[in-house]
């Protein structure tokens, strides 16, 4: 087994998380138990602070401090939308050369996993000895091989907890209630709305998520349908929902078109695409009492609801990838694998397996008609939720039989 | 004392809150205890449901379901928006009397205040021998006389620690970050989103409410200020924020005129006043990333948040009515007073001094210039809080020198 001498160097890539901090800390702790680990740096602002040289050295912080950041949501490293192409990734490459980093962990989504591909592979063109691993984050859920990726579950937790919350709130006000969820091409985050569901009426009553069109018609038919039924309906809508022809009905409805450095839309931030839907169920079906949350940042950052499955799992791959880089030598990207009911284990593959794919919803998550989720769902999504999921209970006593209006 | 036989009539209304029925189970169980009471009666969607005679008979629920319903949110015996008018407050009343209920008691805001007054009369008018009390609650916290009220602890709670979120969300991906909150007439809960600061350039930097004249100047320079003081801003905002004529801004700015029986106009479950303000910075102050959340209905019916203290209280006002009701035969409106850091104790007032009033915050809670709140704001709404707040953490490592770019 090969032994390389030199520094780790570890960053945080894109939107932050409920538990991208354990992933850091995991990464860290693990990396300075190693002998041939000289420094462990920690670079702010992901991939900018690298071409920077903005570093921490975090062999100098305390074990303490770091676990109690570990339970810190949000990027304690600070992130950035940089989308490295090549000559910024030879930058990259540059500066670990000149810091004699062996080691580089970066923590991110599908195209952080692009970034670590392509600074992995300008170290093998100049034939220095570099392991390169990506660290898998992501609220969306949308990284191919992996089971699941760390950050979801807690953002799950949120939602599903969220929509619990505005269930009963719609129950004692009844109307319409459209909740607007993260998910640009994927709708795990969308389909969570319905893992608090309980009493048989009990909503989100559907969920739209990009995976399935979207259709005006059978959007407000649902609606219309289960307001007959029930007196009330919530519903769960991806913000990433798109027509049949792949157009963001985001963009169809209101011609926005701001976009980030990676091209994708601007989607959160926003209450637009809840307020249009919200105006099309009032005009379109005469409904007066019609409100639209859109569930925003808090969904990725609010602090204290956090699922602890998530978060054992976020510190198990910041350590594996200390342990596949330094014991084993390996490049590649960490995946989570499920296997049993609840339990999951780690595997590493290679980079260009995960680099700029984007894995959506499989069609048995969700209901023939795509409007609802299916047990399958439940059955995958519940465990990430954690220990300590609350429950709702209702009053069942009995009617009082009238007196002035008796019969009635 | 007068011991007068009969039944009881619970009923909640309007908005629902974390806690609010820890006061309907408080009320219960402890009126369940006096031999006096006949039934325990509750009405289902609030005043609505007494006219329609729509009761559960409480007597008949177990007393460990009640203790589950208490630990659940929003108003678990539903509620209404209905507005009674002098006609409406006879009928209820004649209900009360054809089932012989001689307590009434209604846990609400200041508009329910008032109908408990009204009701309260008609009983005197009529001779019949009944007791109204007023059971106080209110995620706005702007009932006059009480310290704070029922459902505000809660609430603020959700706040503070979805702003904490903001807060880091915000530091790892810098830009303007626009967070509307609940609050027409009283800025208490905006207020709250500054409960969870801790280190100096901690945000929200600003905050804007009611009892101030929102200016579009001062929150332009406000924004521009800290911006170029910290490189990223984020901002607290009523959704009742005024200009200084005292015109809601979200009128002058959408035409927005949806309107409720009470004549408040819709200001929740939309996101237009973010998006307004977020344009206006985009536009005027050139600035790209500028996100806004409306925090939604989530901040009075999130699942999952709740202050242990405000739990507490709620519990307690409903048993307090029961006692004051039963036990001393008074009729009138719960308070809470502050009588320690931190304790409270309840004092009954009469129902005409809170009905249809609005408390607003005091100018001691408000920095100068109107923008901030004090540390004064801090001693009064930390407590409310509860216990197990949670708390965040930085890396606090030394930097590394530069070698490619040393001295830059």
């Known amino acids: ?146 089971d699941h990726t760390p950050g979801f579950g807690s953002a799950a937790r949120y939602v599903a907890q969220a929509f619990m919350g505005y269930n009963l709130d719609n129950r004692a006000l009844p109307g319409v209630f459209i909740g607007i969820v993260m998910g640009r ?41 289960t307001m007959e039924k029930h007196g009330r309906c919530l519903v769960a809508v991806s913000e990433g929902v798109m027509d049949k022809d792949g157009k963001p009905f985001m963009i169809r409805l209101s011609g926005s078109s701001e976009a980030d450095a990676h091209g994708n839309l601007q989607l959160s931030g926003s209450g637009a695409l809840g307020d249009m839907l919200s105006d099309l169920v009032k005009e379109k079906l005469k409904i007066k009492r019609v409100r639209a949350d859109t569930l925003g940042y808090a969904q990725r950052s609010y602090l204290g609801v956090v699922s602890d499955v998530d978060a054992h799992e976020a510190r198990e791959v910041g350590e594996k990838a200390a342990q596949f880089a330094i014991w084993h030598d390996q490049d590649g990207s960490i995946t989570i694998q499920r296997t049993g009911n609840y339990s999951v284990d780690y595997r590493l593959v290679a980079l260009e397996e995960i680099a700029a794919k984007t894995k959506r919803m499989p069609k048995e998550f969700l209901s023939l008609a795509g409007n609802d989720t299916t047990w399958d769902f439940y059955n995958y999504g519940r465990p990430l939720l954690g220990s300590g999921f609350p429950n709702v209970h209702r009053i069942r006593a009995p009617k009082v039989a009238r007196i002035l209006k008796n019969g009635k």
């Open 1 to 146: 087994m090969a032994k390389l001498t030199g520094k780790v160097l570890i960053a945080q890539g894109g939107g932050p998380t409920a538990v991208i901090n354990q992933s850091l800390v995991g990464a860290v702790l693990e990396s300075r138990k190693f002998f041939e680990v000289t420094r462990v740096y920690g670079a702010t602002n992901g991939v900018r602070g690298i071409i920077n040289e903005d570093f921490l050295d975090l062999s100098q912080e305390t074990t303490h401090n770091l676990e109690q950041v570990a339970m810190t949501p949000s990027s304690a490293l600070l992130s950035t939308r940089d989308k490295p192409d090549d000559a910024y990734c030879r930058e990259i490459f540059k500066v670990c050369q000149a810091h004699d980093v062996r080691y580089f962990f970066y923590i991110g989504g599908n195209d952080s996993a692009d970034t670590v591909r392509i600074v992995n592979s300008n170290a093998e063109g100049a034939g220095y000895d570099m392991r390169c691993i990506h660290i898998p984050k992501t609220v969306d859920n949308d990284l191919v091989i992996n």
């Open 185 to 225: 091409n994927a709708g795990f985050l969308t389909a969570s709305a319905t893992l608090g569901r309980k009493y048989e009426d009990d909503g989100p009553h559907h969920v739209y998520v990009p995976e399935r069109p979207f259709s005006e018609e059978q959007f407000l038919g649902d609606v219309k349908a």
